[in-house]
Nanobody, 119 residues
Framework: QVQLVESGGGLVQAGGSLRLSCVASGSIFSIDYVGWYRQTPGKERELVARITSSGNINYVDSVKGRFTISGDNTKKTAYLQMNSLKPEDTAVYYC?????????????WGQGTLVTVSS
């Protein structure tokens, strides 16, 4: 079984920064990709940033130049550094990862962490 646990959300003023963390646990053989998504009430979940094991990185246009995704394989942890936050960045942020164990492949999701940006 694979679990993802996010942390680092909270309340911040516009222009501030937060760093989200996503820790993977379980009998993990490898991690193929990690993505950060966000969702607000009444809207679909949106992909914010994604990094693959080969180093490919993608960002949604609205966060380019402000957010940075990274990962530490030794710690099985991914990060989303969020700078110059705007009120429209307010959402629940979810971590998603493609994880291989010895016996199976998981598309795992975390429980989400709330980010609130005040104006």
């Amino acid at each position: 079984q694979v679990q993802l646990v996010e942390s680092g959300g909270g309340l911040v003023q516009a222009g501030g920064s937060l760093r989200l963390s996503c820790v993977a646990s379980g009998s993990i053989f490898s991690i193929d990709y990690v993505g950060w998504y966000r969702q607000t009430p009444g809207k679909e979940r949106e992909l914010v940033a994604r990094i693959t094991s080969s180093g490919n990185i993608n960002y949604v246009d609205s966060v380019k130049g402000r957010f940075t995704i990274s990962g530490d394989n030794t710690k099985k942890t991914a990060y989303l550094q969020m700078n110059s936050l705007k009120p429209e960045d307010t959402a629940v942020y979810y971590c998603n990862a493609g994880v291989r164990t010895v016996l199976s492949i998981w598309d795992a999701w975390g429980q989400g962490t709330l980010v609130t940006v005040s104006s």
